[in-house]
């Protein structure tokens, strides 16, 4: 194996970075995709319509020589986040769009965040300078204190002045991209070899069956090579480049569609050529069989705070990883600043991988899948998509409502004190339909139970828009229409009595749980 990946070695050649597009909303990603794509995909027909693929090359003149960059077509940082989860790490260089006359916005420090995160060298573009708004000096500045230096300010970070409306600025942009690439990244891989590479969308199409995009990260996928990519396998029946072209072969870095396979993969998913359509679906079927394993082996908890607090003692880990989350920035910055002056030595180190005002977004639990991280939610609670998916994948997520307490726990787990203790089990939500004011039980809220059961028992906490309002109250009432209940299950409406606790709207979510001695291993 080793004499294969030298000969490997020696066979690689230069391949084009595969570029991702983020940023802030309206900032210009779409139209920077459109910018790019239209001045430089050589169409055969003048005029000729590109089609959608999920990503397209484009010829650069670099230093005399032609070269190539491939573009992920579908901008933002969630689709980066969400291929990194599935083990996916196309993106060599992202562009970071700013708009020059909004400057930097939660988004695009969330963007940063996710690309700093995967190591990926970032390449500011910024946008809409044939504004007269626009504040280019200002934008540097600004991301100056994300660790993003521009050159003229003694940093290695290039950035760009364009006009994606107006198409300057363009050839620079991608002229920065080959050069950040060359200076930080070995781009080479080795085509004379069975290809490799991953799904990046997939379709069911009526007339042509399972249709995947696929970009080749190293070999040469050709027509008729019998391939496995994720659990679906098959032959290549056709491919067809961002052209809409028929190809017969694509190398290292390119994007085609490919057709023939006997099923839909999924984005992110890998794929390899085989010897045989034999060994493809030997594959496909084990890959098929692991996965249903892992689903269920997903139950279990990736890195709590307790299991880095052990395995810091084993000597396993050095670093713990955090995002943070928080009501309002105020209370994030202090709790940033707070435990970046906890004092645990040399040897263990903290890092903050991400941190954001607002509810905890699936987003934030696919970053803290891929890095291992644990989420603080202060005064802030997950969207149910992203309860689901802490859940499915074991993210710990931890709440708090005092700065100091997160402070307490993340230093005793640093110093590896932190004891096993009480944990909070989630057993249900309902949401607020309408409120009736009782002059004997105070206000009642008439809810519908979104998941889980309400028990009267439970205590409970009211969260608008994500952002805690009310935290462990009693229940005082809960009824089905005129009877007192013990519990009231999904689907279910009820009426839930808070007492005292009155601050309470339509549309506002009580959820309830329950504290239970977390399990000691
Ligand atoms: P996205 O949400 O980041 O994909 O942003 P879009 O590409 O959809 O652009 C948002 C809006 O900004 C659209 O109305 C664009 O026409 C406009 N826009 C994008 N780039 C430029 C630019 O360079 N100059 C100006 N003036 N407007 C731009």
Redesign the pocket.
């Known amino acids: 194996e080793a004499e294969e990946a030298e000969e490997d070695d020696e066979n690689r050649v230069a391949r084009p970075p595969v570029v991702t597009v983020m940023?802030?909303?309206?900032?210009?990603?779409?139209?920077?995709?459109?910018a790019v794509r239209s001045a430089n995909v050589v169409s055969k027909e003048a005029g000729g319509i590109t089609q959608h693929i999920g990503a397209y090359q484009v010829p650069v003149e670099h230093e005399g020589e032609e070269r190539r960059i491939t573009f992920l077509d579908t901008?933002g940082h969630e689709a980066f986040t969400a291929m990194r989860a599935r083990g996916a790490e196309v993106t060599d260089v992202a562009i970071l769009?700013v708009?020059a006359d909004d400057g930097v916005m939660p988004q695009t420090i969330e963007a940063l965040n996710h690309a700093q995160a995967a190591d990926v060298p970032i390449v500011v573009a910024v946008?809409?300078?044939?504004?007269d708004t626009a504040n280019p000096a200002k934008v540097m500045q600004q991301l100056t204190e994300y660790n993003l230096v521009a050159e003229e300010y003694g940093g290695d970070t290039m950035f760009v002045p364009?006009?994606?409306?107006?198409g300057t600025g363009i050839e620079d942009l991608l002229e920065a991209v080959l050069l950040t690439a060359d200076a930080a990244l070995d781009l080479r891989a080795n085509p004379d070899k069975a290809a490799r590479g991953i799904a990046i969308e997939a379709k069911l199409d009526k007339g042509r069956g399972a249709v995947a995009s696929v970009l080749v990260e190293s070999g040469t996928l050709r027509q008729g090579d019998a391939i496995v990519c994720g659990t679906a396998h098959g032959r290549v029946r056709a491919m067809f480049d961002e052209n809409g072209d028929q190809v017969e072969e694509a190398g290292p870095s390119r994007p085609v569609q490919v057709l023939g396979l006997s099923s839909v993969p999924r984005a992110g998913d890998s794929f390899l050529a085989t010897d045989d359509d034999r060994t493809a679906r030997q594959i496909a079927e084990k890959r098929d069989a692991i996965e249903r394993n892992a689903a269920q082996a997903r139950g279990r908890k990736r890195i709590s705070l307790e299991d880095f607090t052990k395995a810091l003692e084993e000597g396993k880990v050095d670093t713990l990883n955090l995002i943070l989350k928080g009501d309002v920035s105020g209370a994030v910055e202090a709790l940033e600043d707070s435990l970046l002056k906890i004092d645990v030595g040399a040897e263990v180190g903290l890092r903050i991988i991400h941190r954001g005002v607002g509810a905890i977004t699936e987003n934030d639990i696919n970053l803290a899948t891929v890095d291992n991280a644990i989420v603080i939610g202060f005064n802030v609670r997950p969207e149910s998509k992203a309860r689901d998916a802490a859940e499915r994948e074991g993210v710990d997520v931890r709440y708090y409502s005092v700065i100091y307490d997160a402070i307490d726990d993340i230093e005793s787990s640093l110093k590896g004190m932190l004891k096993p203790e009480y944990e909070e089990v989630h057993t249900g939500s309902a949401e607020i339909r309408e409120i009736f004011r009782s002059s004997k039980f105070g206000n009642i809220a008439g809810c519908l139970v979104r998941d889980g059961v309400i028990r009267r028992n439970a205590k409970a906490r009211v969260t608008r828009d994500g952002v805690v309002v009310g935290d462990n109250i009693a229940i005082e009432s809960l009824r089905r229409f005129k009877d007192d209940a013990t519990e009231v299950r999904e689907g279910f409406e009820c009426g839930i009595g808070l007492g005292k606790f009155n601050d309470i709207r339509e549309g506002d979510l009580i959820e309830t749980f329950e504290m239970q001695e977390k399990p000691r291993d």
Request: avoid cysteine; hydrophobic fraction near 35%.
């Open positions: 940023g802030h909303v309206d900032h210009g990603k779409t139209k920077l995709l459109d901008p769009v708009a946008n809409k300078i044939d504004k364009i006009s994606a409306l107006k």
